[in-house]
């Protein structure tokens, strides 16, 4: 149930143009932060997201979340 809960989460937001961030995807999810993130990096192992690092002067660093071309996340709905 989680899966499907974070592959919406993660649809809604790309369609939104917004960037994927573990936070938001959670709180769009409905779902804790500690069943999030094992869940994002599953998907970037394997290779259904990827991710870089966002730096901004005076907030902690934090990851961005990609679809990576070629992957339809409808697949795990």
């Not at 938001?24 to 993130?37: C, T």
């Not at 990609?66 to 409808?74: M, V």
């Amino acid at each position: 149930m989680a899966v499907k809960a974070v592959v919406r989460a993660i649809i809604q937001l790309r369609d939104e143009d917004e960037s994927i961030y573990g936070y938001e995807v959670a709180v769009r999810a409905g779902v804790a932060s500690g069943v999030v993130y094992p869940i994002l990096a599953r998907l970037e192992r394997e290779h259904c997201l990827s991710s870089t690092w966002e730096h901004e002067p005076g907030r902690p660093s934090r990851r961005v979340y990609q679809i990576t071309e070629g992957w339809d996340p409808t697949v795990l709905l």
